[in-house]
């Protein structure tokens, strides 16, 4: 199984975003992966996704 980690600045919006898109779109075609999300600051810990998003 291959394993992807999707990488932004504060993992808030567009790295688990990127990482719900992509093992949905994987799951449609059944190619099995494991996805996670980081992010390289901790900017914004304990806060949820903007709202804006």
Not at 13 to 25: G, H, I, N, T
Request: net charge positive; hydrophobic share 40%; aromatic share 8%.
């Amino acid at each position: 199984m291959k394993k992807i980690l999707f990488i932004c600045l504060g993992n808030i919006c567009r790295s688990p975003m990127a990482e719900y898109l992509f093992r949905s779109m994987a799951a449609e075609r059944g190619i099995p992966v494991h996805t996670a999300s980081a992010g390289t600051s901790g900017w914004h810990d304990g806060e949820g996704m903007h709202c804006g998003t």
